[in-house]
């Protein structure tokens, strides 16, 4: 069965710089969560969408934005870069607010900021 | 503001040596008890959702049950590959909420 793709698998970038991770959900599903998780942490949840519309925020950072796309797609945006911001981030997709609300995660971004 | 606290932390067995891993959790509106295994590196693969308190959920190994306020993930004479970091996370709002997850629990089957 299809499942959540992410890319790039791996990214290194320098503080201050800017990064674009995308996100491609499970065929027919139309909602997406994006989580950051550091080293030895959970998942913490950073933003959602649903049909293209911005559904939920969690603790995202000002310096990060995201969007969903006509084909379900998203990316997400992050900028001035900070060491702490190094960890895997992982999006995930569901089908649907009133269908079945089970979140299937991607294989993750690896992220580290030198 | 919803919690949910896992236990133990770690957790060696030996191979065939059965025993659960804890989930307990407050929240204003249970919308769905998720638990999740992830390997190092990798993202969550999902194994069970719980929507209500009495539910009880059960593939290969694992059986998962649901209380008002605590789940369990018992899993019955573990192999190896079962070695993994288990994750419970719930979802409390409505909507395409984020989920909230606990710390997790890291299992270690010993052949």
């Known amino acids: 069965a299809a499942g959540v793709i992410q890319s790039p698998r791996h990214l290194i970038k320098e503080k201050r710089e800017t990064a674009t991770l995308k996100c491609y959900p499970i065929p027919r599903h139309d909602t997406v969560y994006w989580y950051q998780q550091g080293p030895g942490q959970d998942p913490q949840f950073l933003i959602s969408?649903?049909?293209?519309?911005?559904?939920d925020k969690g603790s995202i950072p000002d310096r990060f934005s995201a969007q969903q796309f006509s084909d379900y797609h998203s990316e997400l945006n992050m900028s001035s870069l900070e060491l702490g911001d190094s960890a895997l981030y992982f999006c995930a997709s569901s089908l649907g607010l009133a269908g079945s609300d089970t979140q299937y995660f991607g294989p993750g971004t690896r992220l580290t900021v030198l | 503001e919803d919690q949910v606290t896992q236990s133990p932390e770690a957790l060696r067995l030996q191979e065939g040596e059965s025993s659960s891993l804890n989930c307990s959790y407050t929240v204003s509106g249970l919308r769905g008890l998720f638990w999740y295994r992830q390997d190092p590196g990798k993202g969550p693969e999902f194994l069970f959702t719980?929507?209500?308190a009495g539910e009880e959920k059960e593939k290969e190994r694992l059986k998962a049950t649901l209380t008002k306020k605590e789940s369990f993930l018992h899993i019955t004479a573990p192999k190896p590959e079962d070695s993994a970091t288990y994750l419970c996370a719930l979802d409390s709002g409505g909507g395409a909420d984020g989920l909230t997850f606990g710390k997790g629990t890291h299992l270690i089957i010993q052949p």
């Open positions: 969408f649903y049909e293209k519309m911005q559904s």
């Open positions: 719980l929507y209500s």
